[in-house]
């Protein structure tokens, strides 16, 4: 196939897609919109670079979604290297997101997890993977998949349920 077809063929999944995987990379981001977009941008670079092998997959949005997950476990892994430098400044102006759907609270709360519970979590809750499906992709046992979430839900419970209100 062309390269231009190719092209237009993988503008039209980004242009498809992006506003779901930004929301995924958000919450495995704590809310950080330009972590989001940054891991975003990171997943299609590689969804990208392997084009023709992702679209003749049965599902592409589940082989950029893992390219997420991996980039910010890769990026938790080494939070000394980074490409980029931090400014006093921005050099321009942020784009900010209308989500109105993710509270503030919910997004602290996730912020107060480590990376890989954080990931448990969202892969779980957020894209309702299975306990199977998770382990395959974090590259750990199912038990720990368990455990994980067992503990993040716990945590959440408690930072989320207002003070005074028993839970279940």
């Keep these: 196939m062309q390269r231009r077809t190719l092209d237009a063929e993988f503008a039209g999944f980004v242009e498809k897609h992006r506003v779901d995987l930004v929301r ?13 977009e940054d891991l975003v941008q990171t997943a299609l670079v590689r969804a990208y670079t392997a084009w023709n092998r992702v679209r003749n997959s049965d599902y592409p949005v589940a082989y950029v979604r893992r ?24 050099p321009d102006v942020p ?6 759907d993710l509270g503030e609270a919910v997004r602290s709360a996730l912020a107060s997890l ?10 779980r809750h957020w894209l309702d993977l299975s306990v199977e499906q998770t382990a395959d992709w974090l590259g750990c046992t ?26 279940r």
Excluded at 116 to 121: G, I, N
């Design 24 to 36: 995924t990379a958000r919450l495995l981001s704590s809310g950080d919109p330009h972590r989001a």
């Design 67 to 90: 390219s997420i997950v991996n980039a910010h476990i890769d990026e938790s892994r080494r939070p000394w290297w980074r490409r980029e430098r931090s400014m006093a400044l921005p």
């Design 95 to 100: 784009v900010h997101f209308a989500d109105d």
């Design 114 to 123: 480590p990376p890989k519970m954080r990931a448990v979590v969202v892969l």
């Design 142 to 167: 199912e038990g720990t998949v368990k455990s994980q979430n067992a503990k993040a839900v716990a945590k959440l419970r408690h930072l989320l349920t207002p003070e005074g209100q028993t839970t």
